[in-house]
């Protein structure tokens, strides 16, 4: 996730905008109350929540901080308004859900808050950058992850990586998965552990060489869906498509015929688990 900021001018426009779709989620919420039956609508995902009431759907305060965090700050998140609000039609249906999202930015309060009473965890590469956010924002729930891949090696990887048979769709897992140089094998139990319902990429780095790229979050992500028990799909959020790597990658393990939106440079693919659909060829797509 790049650490940009827009020109002042972008800036007030995406503010305002900004605060309009977390004050919207929070009109959102408030109609929510009305119903009497509100789990037979699908807006209670997590698995251990059995009926809403008035009170889960007021305001929280990570909310409200977002709101005023973005009301008073020039710095904005690095996707557009339009790139944004992908994610946030997706989180209106499904929220309070299970959210992984890569990266660790400016737009990780705005995630949080269009999630409330959900679990959203940042995966962040850089350590130090995880203290400056955690800093200013220490209600954030995010983790330092450590990469075994560099972008440089991309081409290699994508021509080599069906040698190994823990590689493959039939056989890939993520804890413990050495052989597969694209398992993200060091995340924290709560990742391993967890469905996610959403899994947002906008990380790590990949715009020079020895950067770790996002080869293996993108393996990683689609293994996490295809191994999903739950019902539903599992909705994938891929950022910076314009970039070679990012693309390849996409078309090779989340699949063109899962996309289902692209706008601007991002890509919003709707993931089946492994049991839901008939693999031809014994690979991915």
């Given at each position: 996730m790049k650490r940009l900021q827009f020109t002042p001018e972008k800036s007030c426009l995406f503010v305002v905008a900004l605060s309009g779709l977390i004050i919207g989620a929070l009109v959102f919420s408030s109609l929510i109350r009305s119903v009497d039956n509100i789990s037979s609508f699908g807006l209670c995902s997590l698995a251990s929540t059995k009926h809403c009431t008035a009170a889960d759907y007021a305001a929280t305060p990570i909310q409200l901080q977002a709101i005023l965090h973005y009301a008073t700050s020039k710095i904005v998140p690095q996707q557009s308004l339009a790139e944004v609000s992908v994610t946030y039609d997706v989180l209106k249906t499904r929220s309070p859900c299970n959210f992984l999202v890569f990266g660790l930015g400016f737009d990780s309060l705005m995630w949080t808050s269009l999630n409330p009473h959900g679990n959203t965890l940042f995966l962040e590469e850089d350590p130090k950058w995880v203290q400056t956010i955690l800093k200013k924002h220490p209600t954030l729930n995010a983790h330092t992850v450590q990469y075994r891949t560099q972008l440089q090696e991309a081409e290699g990887l994508l021509k080599t990586y069906r040698s190994e048979p823990l590689c493959s769709p039939?056989?890939?897992?993520?804890?413990?998965?050495?052989?597969?140089?694209?398992?993200?094998?060091?995340?924290?139990?709560?990742?391993?552990?967890?469905?996610?319902?959403?899994?947002?990429?906008?990380?790590?780095?990949?715009?020079?060489?020895?950067?770790?790229?996002?080869?293996?979050?993108?393996?990683?992500?689609?293994?996490?869906?295809?191994?999903?028990?739950?019902?539903?799909?599992?909705?994938?959020?891929?950022?910076?498509?314009?970039?070679?790597?990012?693309k390849t990658f996409a078309e090779e393990f989340l699949c063109r015929k899962y996309l289902v939106k692209a706008v601007g440079r991002l890509w919003h693919f709707e993931i089946p688990s492994a049991a839901n659909v008939s693999q031809s060829g014994g690979w991915f797509c």
């Open positions: 039939s056989k890939a897992y993520l804890r413990g998965n050495y052989k597969c140089k694209l398992a993200l094998t060091g995340l924290p139990d709560e990742v391993y552990d967890k469905e996610w319902d959403l899994i947002m990429i906008d990380a790590p780095r990949g715009y020079f060489p020895e950067a770790p790229g996002r080869m293996a979050a993108i393996f990683s992500a689609v293994v996490m869906a295809r191994g999903r028990k739950g019902p539903g799909v599992t909705h994938v959020f891929l950022h910076d498509v314009d970039r070679r790597v990012e």
